[in-house]
Nanobody, 127 residues
Framework: QVQLVESGGGSVQAGGSLRLSCAAS?????????MAWFRQAPGKEREGVAA???????RYTDSVKDRFTISQDNAKDTLYLQMDNLRPEDTAMYYC????????????????????WGQGTQVTVSS
């Protein structure tokens, strides 16, 4: 059974940084997979933030480009999201998601394409 456990959320002031981690058990032993970070603010739809495939392909939503960096440590079976220059509008619950196989580039930020989800970690950015 695949398990994803996020950590690293918290409260920061605008301009600050946080690094989210997602520990993936019984999953990254697969030869190919896609993983992503999504976020959901109260009253809003879940939004794809950043995604990465086993081949290193990454995709970011426009609002976080040049501020967030997604990466993975295969040895530790961990996915990361480095978030710099945070803004109040980044405030949301952040979720880690994963699925086996190479997901087409156009699907990487679509939440309905992922079958495995973590429980979420809250990020709050104050102005």
């Amino acid at each position: 059974q695949v398990q994803l456990v996020e950590s690293g959320g918290g409260s920061v002031q605008a301009g600050g940084s946080l690094r989210l981690s997602c520990a993936a058990s019984r999953f990254q032993s697969s030869s190919t997979y896609s993983m992503a970070w999504f976020r959901q603010a109260p009253g809003k739809e879940r939004e794809g933030v950043a995604a990465i495939r086993t081949d290193g392909t990454t995709r970011y939503t426009d609002s976080v480009k040049d501020r967030f960096t997604i990466s993975q440590d295969n040895a530790k079976d961990t996915l990361y999201l480095q978030m710099d220059n945070l803004r109040p509008e980044d405030t949301a619950m952040y979720y880690c998601a994963a699925d086996r196989g190479y997901m087409p580039f156009g699907w990487l930020l679509l939440h309905e394409r992922y079958n495995y989800w973590g429980q979420g970690t809250q990020v709050t950015v104050s102005s």
